[in-house]
């Protein structure tokens, strides 16, 4: 067999994988993979430096596949390439990623070949996608982090990191939001590392894009500073390999490659059509395309012989030599720079360096205070010097926010300061936190900030964040009515309720100045969740800690913070943020009307219903019913705290524009009204 022949071949067992696990599956994707399997190839068996072995290795090139329905180019390569497992703890587990036995299992229960490509679920995924645009938006997250990297830990002659990233996409990437928000930036940042593939084939479900998507994607491109190139037909391997290598050689730019396809390629009668993009082919329709493609048509699943070879020669050998190099040059680089490479070893494993939390602020009590998003800008300022892969920003609202790290030497992440590490996410919220994942998938610890209404615009890959099981920090500050005048456009109600609905993600929304400092402390340590801090725009009072209880009771997601005398109250006070200083005054003029309470601090929903039923119990016993809630947002969810009996002070409209303390007073969250409640609830009034 000649090498075109073969290489024909491997490029037609991914196209006839894809199909029979779709057929097999009734479900799924099969056109895309049909006409992107050249692509696949050539980026895979000619391009990248991956080894199969080690799909961890920390200078791999990065692949992405943006247009995640096509997830069987995915299963398809990773399996062809055996490309092994690795575990949560990074380790080496020796058996394949994705089996046949996976594949012929495509979108089952437990199968490794699910419908969307699943980090954490799949070795080889880089990140999660499906979401159409989160991919390539995350991608640009992977780029700057090479960046960092290389600019932090590359020596003369040790070029430590110096990988690509290469993301595929789809007409749906394109026209999403979030792609352009992701694109701008790349651009301005003159990301070359980063390479974006155009899957342009002029069809989406509803049909041809000339119903929705006319632009000219080309000279967009162009006008962000992009390098764009066209290769006119995806069956011709040498002008993908051309394109790549263009890409490879340009400086300052990063690359758009429109690569013009034909969505089910070699069907006949669904070639170009909607009909190739969402549904099986049908059995005669898949006999027919085996026989386009020269394939035998009564055999499905089918490796022929030499196939698995043809990639070990190919990305297997490159990947492996690449690999090796690598490994003999980070061993003299230890030896060489040994701090440095213990920060890159540190970092892989999600570990932080000894001393992280040395120098961390504490507040005396002050009944003035400071604001939630002061406190965190302090805590962030001495965090960061001490985790030296600690970086983010905002989404132009830094000066605000409080997220701006102003120490000497920090600097501003820019083209021609790739060590900066303070991020301009500009006002592009989505693609902020997209880019948050993909530093956090490249081990750096990420965090971005905004107004905590505008979580909303990030909410999609906040949401990643939580599916991927990354350590990403989101910090939103004005986080209630704390805005006031700026009125209800600006007054978070529903976000609370809507973030904690989050599998996985830790929402905390600390009361004071310590507790703000104890939040960090916890979310520091996470190693496989992302977390979400919900900050005061106004000064909190910092609470007298030798009266009501230390803050580390943060770490427990709720604790009691005063109670009455004897530990025997008759109502519990239950608030978070800027309600907590409102229960404690409750909580004294109850006293001094002869009326015991307790005030449960209570930060962080997911983190309290991780403790044990007895700890819980021990905050909120079951005999006592009378409670009541405050918190400056949705009421929604909060029964399962207060029970039938209890009373929530909380929002069940929109707020209103006018000063903070005429809306405190308008709404209900003031210290009397509160007495008023429990002595209602009491039958006291
Ligand atoms: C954010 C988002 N919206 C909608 C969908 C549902 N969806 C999946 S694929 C698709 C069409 C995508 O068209 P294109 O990217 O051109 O893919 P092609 O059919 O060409 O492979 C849509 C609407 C999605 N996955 N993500
Ligand atoms: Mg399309």
Not at 104 to 121: I, V
Request: with cysteine; net charge negative.
């Amino acid at each position: 067999m000649t090498d075109e022949e073969m290489t024909q071949l491997a490029i037609n067992t991914i196209r006839t994988l894809s199909i029979d696990a779709v057929q097999q599956a009734k479900s799924g994707h099969p056109g895309t993979p049909m006409a992107l399997a050249p692509l696949i190839y050539t980026i895979w068996n000619r391009v990248m430096r991956f080894d199969p072995e080690d799909p961890i290795w920390p200078n791999r090139d990065r692949f992405v596949l943006s247009n995640g329905h096509a997830s069987m180019l995915l299963w398809s390569v990773l399996h062809l390439t055996r490309t092994k497992a690795v575990n949560a703890n990074y380790e080496r587990l020796g058996h394949v990623s994705v089996s046949l036995e996976d594949i012929r299992h495509f979108r089952q229960l437990d199968s490794k070949a699910p419908g969307h490509p699943e980090y954490h679920w799949v070795s080889g995924v880089e990140t999660t996608t499906g979401p159409l645009g989160q991919g390539v938006a995350t991608s640009v997250g992977m780029a700057i982090a090479q960046k960092w990297l290389a600019h932090r830990y590359n020596r003369p002659r040790f070029d430590i990191f110096d990988y690509n990233v290469y993301a595929v996409c789809g007409d749906g990437c394109l026209m999403e939001g979030i792609s352009s928000e992701a694109a701008s930036l790349a651009g301005h940042l003159g990301l070359d590392n980063l390479c974006w593939i155009y899957d342009n084939n002029h069809i989406t479900i509803e049909g041809k894009t000339r119903i929705t998507f006319t632009e000219d994607v080309e000279a967009r491109f162009l006008a962000y500073g992009w390098n764009v190139l066209r290769v006119g037909n995806a069956n011709d391997l040498e002008r993908i390999e051309q394109a790549l290598a263009i890409f490879r050689k340009t400086k300052e730019r990063p690359t758009f490659i429109v690569l013009d396809s034909h969505i089910g390629y070699g069907s006949p009668h669904k070639q170009d059509t909607a009909a190739a993009h969402g549904e099986p082919l049908g059995d005669d329709e898949v006999r027919l395309c085996k026989r386009a493609y020269g394939w035998p048509e009564d055999k499905t699943f089918l490796v022929p012989d030499g196939v698995y070879q043809h990639f070990a020669a190919g990305v297997g050998a490159r990947g492996a030599e690449t690999r090796r190099k690598w490994a003999e040059l980070f061993a003299a680089y230890r030896t060489e720079y040994p701090d440095a490479a213990e920060e890159i070893e540190l970092m892989q494993r999600r570990e932080l360096p000894s001393g992280w939390d040395r120098n961390l602020p504490v507040f005396a009590a002050d009944p003035k205070g400071i604001a939630g998003r002061d406190a965190s800008g302090k805590t962030l300022n001495v965090l960061a010097q001490n985790i030296p892969w600690l970086l983010g920003g905002s989404a132009d609202l830094g000066p605000s926010n409080k997220t701006t790290l102003n120490y000497e030497g920090a600097g501003d992440f820019q083209a021609d300061n790739p060590g900066g590490k303070n991020l301009h996410f500009g006002i592009r919220e989505h693609a902020m936190a997209a880019i948050i994942n993909g530093l956090s998938l490249s081990k750096l610890r990420g965090y971005g900030a905004s107004f905590f209404i505008f979580s909303d615009y990030a909410r999609p890959a906040i949401r990643l964040s939580a599916l991927m099981e990354l350590p990403t920090i989101f910090i939103f500050t004005h986080d209630a009515m704390g805005d006031g005048e700026d009125g209800p456009t600006h007054q978070p109600v529903e976000h609370l309720a809507s973030l904690r609905a989050i599998p996985g993600l830790v929402t905390l929304r600390p009361a004071d100045a310590n507790e703000v400092i104890e939040a960090y402390r916890y979310i520091m340590q996470l190693r496989h969740e992302p977390a979400v801090l919900v900050l005061s725009r106004q000064p909190l009072p910092t609470l007298d800690r030798k009266k009501y209880a230390p803050a580390s009771g943060v770490a427990l997601g709720a604790y009691v913070l005063a109670d009455a005398p004897g530990g025997d109250p008759e109502v519990v006070l239950i608030a978070s943020g800027s309600e907590v200083i409102l229960a404690v005054e409750a909580h004294e003029r109850l006293f001094a009307d002869g009326i015991g309470s307790r005030v449960v601090s209570m930060p962080s929903w997911d983190i309290f219903e991780h403790q044990t039923q007895e700890y819980q119990d021990s905050v909120l016993p079951p005999s006592l019913v009378a409670r009541i809630a405050v918190e400056q947002a949705s009421t929604f969810g909060w029964e399962r705290y207060i029970g039938k009996r209890g009373r929530m002070i909380g929002m069940k409209t929109f707020g209103a524009s006018a000063p903070l303390k005429e809306l405190q007073k308008k709404f209900g969250f003031e210290p009397d009204q509160i007495v008023a409640a429990a002595k209602e609830l009491l039958g006291k009034n």
